[in-house]
């Protein structure tokens, strides 16, 4: 009886352990994106991607969006530099559209999965 007690208590303890896993995989995290403009160049915009993960900073595309009504079209894309800086030029356009940077959410090759963010809006 009590071998088949110990192999129960085992089995259990490995089911708890990859509900474990399981659960601690698919949390995301955190992963927050900054965006400004220059003031000196009115053309040029600069942010930068944060989390406490490298995986989740270095190499992160970065989307500028142009809100409008209906689905906001991408202005440009970028890569976060390993230190999780990126610049991009705009050309300034008629309308004054409010602009903003987006990360989506992504897994990373070693399976961290990194949360997505999306910036204030800048009239620029």
């Not at 955190?30 to 965006?35: D, H, Q, R, Y």
């Not at 989307?63 to 202005?75: A, F, N, Q, T, Y």
């Not at 030029?89 to 940077?101: D, E, N, W």
Request: glycine residues 12%.
């Amino acid at each position: 009886m009590r071998v088949r007690d110990l192999k129960i208590g085992v089995g259990l303890a490995a089911v708890a352990l990859a509900a474990l896993m399981v659960g601690t995989a698919l949390a995301a995290v955190p992963s927050t994106v900054k965006f400004k403009q220059a003031k000196r160049n009115e053309a040029r915009f600069y942010g930068k991607v944060k989390s406490p993960a490298g995986e989740c900073v270095i190499g992160r595309k970065v989307k500028i969006r142009r809100s409008v009504k209906g689905r906001d079209p991408v202005v440009t894309k970028t890569f976060a530099s390993e230190s999780g800086k990126y610049v991009v030029i705009i050309p300034m356009q008629s309308g004054g559209r409010k602009l903003y940077a987006q990360i989506q959410g992504i897994t990373a090759p070693n399976g961290v999965v990194c949360g997505g963010d999306r910036s204030p809006k800048l009239r620029p």
